[in-house]
């Protein structure tokens, strides 16, 4: 037998281990040294898991999660419907139009300045090598009012088709409110992540984009019940002036309304991408 010292000095027993077989038992008491920290290192792992019940956030900690991810996914609202860039493009070309057609009284000049203008932002998109969908949309609708109203030689059908458009998009988005498809969600989905999620898992966002889509149908339509009898009546002028004064703070409104909305919706519940 031999002795060694426990903590205060105290005297301890300790076995005589046969010297061929020291090695052995190193061996075997190192092992199980190291499975131990091993096990207690995978075990705080599993207790750091978010699903873990003895890490459970709190109820605050939940709400500013949920909070964040509403406010983020609120805030795609203007990067749908492609920013102030976007906005400027579809309006700055009716502006151009009525100047030019006040300073010329003629139809022609005016709807190529248009046109003009229209053709350029896309150009300078394609330069700088952003997206040209908002421009190019803007392009098509002043191509086909500087059509009609050069065919026509009147003035205010340059105005005509993105009247109609204003109309048709009110209907869209009123049947797609109705069919539970609402618009807004079907733009943003993508955007935020979520794609259709917000269908099938997501009631209280369903509702959210419903709604939003509605207060769209409401905004946007006060555009063509304003100016569809200036059309009718034939006051170029006034149509023209307040087709560009509506062009913006109708769609800032609309966008608004929708953030509002979205900040109190549920957080959007991300799409799971299956991998091939």
Request: proline share 7%.
């Amino acid at each position: 037998m031999s002795v060694t010292n426990l903590p205060g000095g105290d005297p301890a027993a300790r076995t005589a281990v046969p010297a061929e077989f020291e090695g052995y038992v190193e061996h075997t008491l190192t092992e199980s040294v190291v499975e131990s920290a091993d096990e207690t290192f995978a075990a705080y792992e599993a207790s750091r898991q978010p699903g873990n019940p003895a890490v459970q956030e709190t109820a605050e900690e939940s709400a500013a999660r949920e909070a964040a991810a509403s406010k983020e996914a609120a805030e795609t609202v203007l990067q749908a419907f492609g920013g102030v860039r976007g906005m400027i493009d579809m309006t700055l070309p009716g502006l151009v139009f009525i100047v030019t057609f006040n300073l010329t009284h003629q139809v022609a000049p005016a709807a190529w300045a248009a046109l003009g203008l229209s053709a350029l932002f896309v150009v300078v998109r394609l330069f700088k090598r952003e997206t040209i969908q908002h421009a190019f949309s803007g392009v098509f609708g002043v191509a086909i009012g500087a059509w009609i109203s050069m065919k026509t030689g009147k003035a205010q059908d340059f105005y005509l088709p993105g009247l109609l458009y204003n109309v048709g998009y009110c209907v869209a988005l009123a049947v797609s409110a109705l069919a539970r498809w609402p618009l807004i969600g079907v733009m943003l989905g993508p955007i935020t992540g979520e794609m259709f999620t917000w269908r099938t898992q997501n009631p209280g966002r369903l509702a959210a984009y419903t709604k939003a889509t509605w207060a769209w149908v409401v905004i946007m339509g006060i555009k063509p019940v304003i100016l569809f009898p200036l059309y009718f009546t034939g006051n170029v002028n006034l149509l023209g002036w307040l087709k560009v004064a509506l062009g913006i703070p109708p769609m800032l409104l609309a966008m608004y309304v929708t953030w509002q909305i979205l900040l109190k919706a549920p957080p959007p519940i991300k799409a799971q991408v299956e991998e091939e």
